[in-house]
């Protein structure tokens, strides 16, 4: 079966603090992707990261980074000095390599307050 | 990028009535359409993957009579919640995916801005 787990429901830190989400998944597929989306209050999805199974190299956008570890099967993601506008509701997700419709597995979701 | 948009936006309606939310995928051509369902708080949940000329597959648990789901375009998906009720007040969330996309590009959905229903 394939799971993803956000274990941390909610996050409250102070602007310039830096966070990491944690995101753990299962999997029996040998190559699949795994993303994040960020939802502010206004509800529409922002796409963040896509990374493939078979590319461990972590990645830095700005003040995002993400630390793909697939012997632990986590794919974590940091905000460095944070800011007020990063406050949002953040999503990792799964989907398989294969397969016609490549169905996405959700996080529950982790709620971050960036407080001034 | 590829662009998906979502009318209406917010929908406020009676107790009984049908209630239709649109799909589309604005510059690029999508056979692939996903409805999600979010109630506050809480994650999303697939609700049917529409395949365009086809029926949709709906998930489990999910009635099929009640959300109505038509993808009759390789742009354009409609999603009809009939007989609303307000249960049926959720955030619903549309995504596309470009026929074009490869492996390289992970098949990649995009999202649309979401409709906010409000029955009442």
């Known amino acids: 079966a394939q799971k993803v787990t956000q274990a941390q429901t909610e996050i409250s830190v102070v602007e310039k603090e830096d966070v990491t989400l944690d995101c753990v998944y299962e999997?029996?597929?040998?190559?699949?992707?795994l993303f994040w989306y960020k939802q502010p209050p206004s509800g529409e999805l922002v796409f963040l990261i896509r990374r493939n199974s078979f590319d461990e190299q972590n990645e830095i956008s700005g003040r995002y980074s993400w630390n793909f570890q697939k012997s632990t099967s986590s794919f974590n993601f940091t905000i460095t000095a944070s800011q007020v506008v990063d406050s949002a509701v953040y999503f990792c997700?799964?989907?398989?390599?294969?397969?016609?419709?490549?169905?996405?597995?959700w996080g529950l979701g982790t709620s971050l307050a960036v407080n001034p | 990028g590829a662009v998906v948009s979502q009318h209406p936006s917010r929908v406020i309606c009676k107790s009984g009535t049908s209630v239709k939310i649109e799909c589309r995928s604005l510059?690029?051509?999508?056979?692939?359409m996903f409805w999600y369902r979010q109630f506050p708080k809480q994650s999303l949940m697939l609700m049917a993957t529409?395949?365009?000329?086809?029926?949709?597959?709906?998930e489990q648990g999910v009635e099929k009579d009640k959300f109505l789901i038509n993808h009759a375009s390789l742009t354009l998906s409609t999603l009809t919640v009939t007989s609303a009720h307000p249960e049926d007040s959720s955030f619903y969330i549309c995504s596309a995916k470009d026929f074009r996309a490869t492996a390289k590009e992970g098949y990649e959905q995009y999202f649309g801005p979401g409709t906010r229903l409000t029955v009442t």
């Open positions: 999997t029996r597929d040998t190559t699949y992707y």
């Open positions: 529409s395949n365009e000329g086809s029926k949709a597959t709906y």
């Open positions: 997700a799964l989907s398989p390599w294969a397969g016609n419709n490549r169905k996405l597995i």
């Open positions: 510059d690029f051509q999508a056979t692939t």
